[in-house]
Structures are given as C-alpha cells and as structure tokens.
C-alpha cells in the first residue's frame, strides 16, 4: 500500500478547506492562527448577554406599584394576580419563538438574529415604560420575549468564536453576564422608577418622566441596547455559509477539519453526525442534556422566587425580617463574588473536572447548602448577614456553575449548523419550565407559611425541602445511563 502519496493528499485537504468568501472559514482561519484568550470576542459575548437579561428581571421592583397604577385590581390582594400575567409573559413570548430563531440563525447567520434581538430591545423595553394600561404593558412584554429569545444563539456563538481550550471560558461568560444582568436590572428598575417621587429636585411631576413614573428605568436600558446594537455591526459571523457536493455537509467538515487533521476522527464524525442531524429529537445526548437543563432552571427560578419572600419576610414566619435594600445588598454581593468565580475559577476547575463533574458536585453540594437555610434564619445581627451572605455567594457560584457545565454539554452534543436550532429547543424547554416557576414557588411558599406548626417540616423548612428534592431529580438526571455524551463531540479536557 502506498501510504505515502495518500497521506499528502490527505494534509491538503485539511489545510485547504478555507473557503474565501465564508466568514465561518474566516473566524475558523484566524481561531487557528490566534494565541492567548480572545477579549474581542468576550467583550461581545459579555455585552449581548447582559442586554438579554437586563429586561428580563428589571420590572419586578416596581411591577407591583405599576398594576396598581392601572386601576385593573379591584382588590389590592388581586394586583399579585395581575403582577403574574405581565411577568409570565415574557417567557411565554419566549417559549414559542425560541426554536425558530434557533432555525433562523442555522440559516442566516447567528449575526441578523442578534441584531435583531437588540433592536427589540432598544423598541419594546421604551413602549413598556411609557404603558398607559395593563393590557399594553402584557403584550409590549410578550412582543419582547418573542423577539429576545437571543441566550440560544449567543451560546451558539460563544462555543464557535472560540478554540476549544477556551469553551468554558466563553461559555462561563455568558452564564455570568446573564446572571449580573438578572442582578443589575432589579437595581436599575428599583433605584430608577418613579424619579419625580424619589429624585423630586431632579425631576418634576409635569416631565415625562413624573407622566410616566416607570419609563426611565425602561430607558436606560434602552439606551444600553442601542449601544449594543451599534456594537454589534461589527460582529464577525460564524456561521458557514458555501456550499459542499451534498448540499448541507461543508459547514461541519470544516469545523471539524479545523479542530483536527486526525482522518479517521473525521470519518467518525461525519459518520455519527449523519445520524444526529436527521432530526435533533432523536439525539438522545442532546435532548438528555435539555431535560436535565430544564429540572436545574425550574430549581433556579423557583429558589430566585422563594429567596426574596422569605428574606422580607416576618421572623415569626421563620423569615429573615430583610428590608429591600437588605436584599438588594445580599444580591449585589452574590453578584461580584460571582462574577470573580466565572471569571477566575470556573474555567480552571472545568478543564480539571470537566462538565459533568462540576455539574454533578455543584448539585450536590447546594443540597446541604439549601438544607441550612431555616437555621440560618435563628442568626441575627453581622453573624446573620456574614452567614446568609455567604451562603448566597456559594448558591449563585454553584448555580450558575452547574449551567455553564450543560451549555458546554448542549453544545458539544449537535455539529455547528445545528446549535442554533439546538440551542433553540433548549430554550423553549427552559422559558416553559421558568414560566412556571415563580408561580410553583410562590404557591409553595404561601402554603408553607399556614403551616408553622406542622410536625414534618414545618414552616419554610418544607419550602427548602421541595427546592432540595427538584436538585436531588437533576442530580440524579446527570449520571449515566440517562446523561449521554457522544464521544467525538467532548471538549479537549475529557479526551
């Protein structure tokens, strides 16, 4: 056999796969000839993120005060009622719009969608501040999650702009800007809605923004995501987009051709990939990965829920007795202790342990964390605010850690021309499972208000019981034989 003419027909083919006018080949091209971590890059990541999740939570300190304003309750014990329409329906919005924006990015480009994405930003977050009725304020919200179902693809993003010793560093900095934009937007509407009341030197009750007491928290963060959508004219497009022999098969040739010049990995994957790309419902690393995605974000957004009433509420009711900036404070806290974990330590600890390891230690150890709650609750003075502090920096670094792992999963389960769409389906699951969420939690926690003196678990020890039993199922969900991973798709740190 000669082996040696076939091996330099082989190299060139690897090494001649650049196509000239697709600017997928051209970020792969320069991926390849790129030393040291890519800040460009990271900054757009960082900035698209934040504009995502800045609306997202921004409302609920003066959603409250906004129903009321409306006149719709005729009760004040029915604003809550009201207060959850408006506040669901951004993830419904985004629950039945996020595959076709996932397919829309396979086929045009992550760049429009994006672009797309911040434009509606920059529209619908200003017609929500300035809402004159309820019904305004429920579709302006649901138009939003319609057109910001952009986590899906941003994600898809981060894993292409990047090699793969830096996934988990692009990965990470989408769950941590994420979650400082769930963070900063509470602040921004708490700090900033009805100015004339609490800035009355600064803004009169005849400005637009006395007229319109919830529009200037609406505003800046409108002005962010215009920023952003000028930013991002100047974002390079992953996608690949000239066309192969069989129609649909370049785009993952040259990624993988990219990634290794090891012949038969190639035919592996082109092998498995065939398989998978058929229909995404049948990839069962893909939709294992989803599952257990939707149990950890149905536990995170009951907990984000259940964490403000029980902080604010009465020491009889087994609560820390907190005033809003209390929590406010513990919030922003958690915050920066998160942002220097994601940013300095997860990246390094992925690439020792991995995904599913850290997936798998970050559930564990938040289930005696949450176990500690009701007794961190009979501290009192600096011990209480050190200690629920503390634990809140740990929960959010644990959290957000267990998500990053499954994003770094979800996308090494699809080929490139896929994660958009995958990405998409992950998406849609999750917006269900969080739509639902804040209602189960708030439900859950009033019922376990009437019970303090239940002989089980009384009071809010049933409330965490129930958080630790949703971790305790995703925990379980992570291990084999329901979690799969195929083999040719795992970073470089688990090979």
């Given at each position: 056999m000669?082996?040696?003419?076939?091996?330099?027909?082989?190299?060139?083919?690897?090494?001649k796969?650049y196509?000239?006018?697709?600017?997928?080949?051209?970020v792969d091209?320069?991926k390849?000839?790129?030393?040291?971590?890519?800040?460009?890059?990271l900054?757009?990541?960082?900035?698209?993120?934040?504009?995502t999740?800045?609306?997202?939570?921004?409302?609920?300190?003066?959603?409250?005060?906004?129903i009321?304003?409306?006149?719709?309750a005729?009760r004040?014990?029915?604003?809550?009622?009201?207060?959850?329409f408006v506040?669901?329906?951004?993830?419904?919005g985004?629950?039945?719009?996020?595959?076709?924006?996932?397919v829309?990015?396979?086929?045009y480009?992550?760049?429009?969608?994006?672009?797309?994405g911040?434009?509606?930003?920059?529209?619908?977050?200003?017609?929500?501040?300035?809402?004159?009725?309820?019904?305004?304020?429920?579709?302006?919200?649901?138009?939003?999650?319609c057109?910001n179902?952009?986590?899906?693809?941003?994600?898809a993003?981060a894993?292409?702009?990047?090699?793969?010793?830096?996934?988990?560093?692009?990965?990470?900095?989408?769950?941590?800007s994420?979650g400082?934009?769930?963070?900063?937007?509470?602040?921004?509407?708490?700090?900033?809605?009805q100015?004339?009341?609490?800035?009355?030197?600064?803004?009169?009750?005849?400005?637009?923004?006395?007229?319109?007491?919830?529009?200037?928290?609406?505003?800046?963060i409108?002005i962010?995501a215009?920023?952003?959508?000028?930013?991002?004219?100047?974002?390079p497009e992953?996608?690949?987009?000239?066309?192969?022999?069989?129609?649909?098969?370049?785009?993952?040739e040259?990624?993988?051709?990219?990634?290794?010049?090891?012949?038969?990995k190639?035919?592996?994957?082109?092998?498995?990939?065939?398989?998978?790309?058929e229909?995404?419902?049948k990839?069962?690393?893909?939709?294992?990965?989803?599952?257990?995605?939707?149990?950890f974000?149905?536990?995170?957004?009951?907990?984000?829920?259940?964490?403000?009433l029980?902080?604010?509420s009465?020491?009889?009711?087994?609560?820390?007795?907190?005033?809003?900036?209390?929590?406010g404070?513990?919030?922003?806290?958690s915050?920066?202790?998160?942002?220097?974990f994601?940013?300095l330590?997860?990246?390094?600890?992925?690439?020792?342990?991995?995904?599913?390891?850290?997936?798998?230690?970050s559930?564990?150890?938040?289930?005696?964390?949450?176990?500690?709650?009701?007794?961190?609750?009979?501290?009192?003075?600096l011990?209480?605010h050190?200690?629920?502090?503390?634990?809140?920096?740990?929960?959010?670094?644990?959290?957000?850690?267990?998500?990053t792992?499954?994003?770094?999963?979800?996308?090494?389960?699809?080929?490139?021309?896929?994660?958009?769409?995958?990405n998409?389906?992950?998406?849609?699951?999750?917006?269900?499972?969080?739509?639902?969420?804040p209602?189960?939690?708030?439900a859950?926690?009033?019922?376990?208000?009437?019970r303090q003196?239940a002989t089980?678990?009384?009071?809010?020890?049933?409330v965490?019981?129930?958080?630790?039993?949703?971790?305790?199922?995703?925990?379980?969900?992570?291990?084999?034989?329901f979690l799969?991973?195929?083999?040719?798709?795992?970073p470089?740190s688990?090979t």
């Amino acid at each position: 056999m000669a082996e040696g003419p076939e091996s330099s027909d082989a190299v060139p083919l690897f090494e001649k796969a650049y196509h000239a006018n697709c600017p997928g080949c051209e970020v792969d091209r320069l991926k390849r000839e790129r030393r040291g971590i890519p800040y460009r890059d990271l900054s757009f990541i960082w900035i698209v993120s934040l504009c995502t999740a800045l609306p997202i939570s921004s409302l609920f300190p003066f959603l409250y005060f906004m129903i009321r304003d409306f006149h719709i309750a005729k009760r004040e014990e029915d604003i809550g009622f009201y207060a959850g329409f408006v506040g669901s329906s951004f993830m419904v919005g985004r629950a039945l719009t996020s595959v076709f924006w996932g397919v829309l990015a396979d086929r045009y480009g992550r760049k429009p969608v994006i672009l797309i994405g911040t434009f509606s930003v920059v529209v619908l977050s200003t017609l929500f501040g300035l809402s004159t009725s309820f019904w305004m304020a429920l579709c302006t919200r649901f138009l939003l999650g319609c057109f910001n179902s952009l986590l899906g693809t941003i994600r898809a993003y981060a894993s292409e702009v990047s090699t793969e010793e830096h996934h988990a560093l692009t990965l990470s900095v989408v769950s941590t800007s994420r979650g400082m934009g769930l963070i900063i937007g509470p602040a921004i509407g708490g700090f900033f809605a009805q100015p004339a009341e609490k800035y009355p030197g600064l803004f009169s009750q005849s400005s637009i923004f006395g007229r319109y007491p919830y529009f200037l928290p609406c505003l800046l963060i409108s002005i962010y995501a215009a920023g952003v959508f000028i930013s991002c004219w100047w974002l390079p497009e992953t996608l690949h987009v000239h066309e192969s022999t069989d129609g649909r098969g370049s785009r993952d040739e040259v990624e993988i051709s990219c990634d290794s010049s090891d012949t038969t990995k190639h035919d592996t994957e082109v092998e498995e990939q065939k398989t998978y790309e058929e229909n995404l419902l049948k990839n069962w690393p893909l939709m294992s990965t989803i599952i257990v995605y939707c149990v950890f974000s149905l536990q995170e957004i009951a907990y984000s829920e259940i964490f403000s009433l029980w902080a604010v509420s009465e020491r009889k009711y087994g609560g820390l007795n907190f005033s809003s900036q209390d929590v406010g404070e513990v919030l922003a806290i958690s915050g920066f202790g998160l942002l220097l974990f994601q940013l300095l330590l997860y990246p390094w600890v992925e690439r020792i342990l991995g995904p599913v390891m850290i997936t798998q230690l970050s559930a564990g150890i938040s289930i005696p964390l949450l176990s500690s709650y009701p007794f961190i609750a009979m501290l009192s003075g600096l011990t209480l605010h050190i200690a629920i502090n503390f634990a809140s920096i740990l929960r959010n670094a644990l959290s957000v850690s267990g998500v990053t792992g499954i994003f770094i999963l979800l996308n090494n389960a699809v080929p490139q021309h896929q994660r958009g769409a995958a990405n998409g389906i992950s998406m849609t699951a999750m917006s269900i499972s969080k739509a639902f969420g804040p209602a189960c939690g708030g439900a859950l926690f009033s019922w376990a208000q009437k019970r303090q003196v239940a002989t089980f678990l009384p009071g809010d020890q049933m409330v965490f019981f129930v958080l630790n039993l949703l971790q305790m199922i995703g925990l379980i969900l992570t291990f084999k034989p329901f979690l799969a991973q195929p083999r040719e798709r795992r970073p470089a740190s688990l090979t």
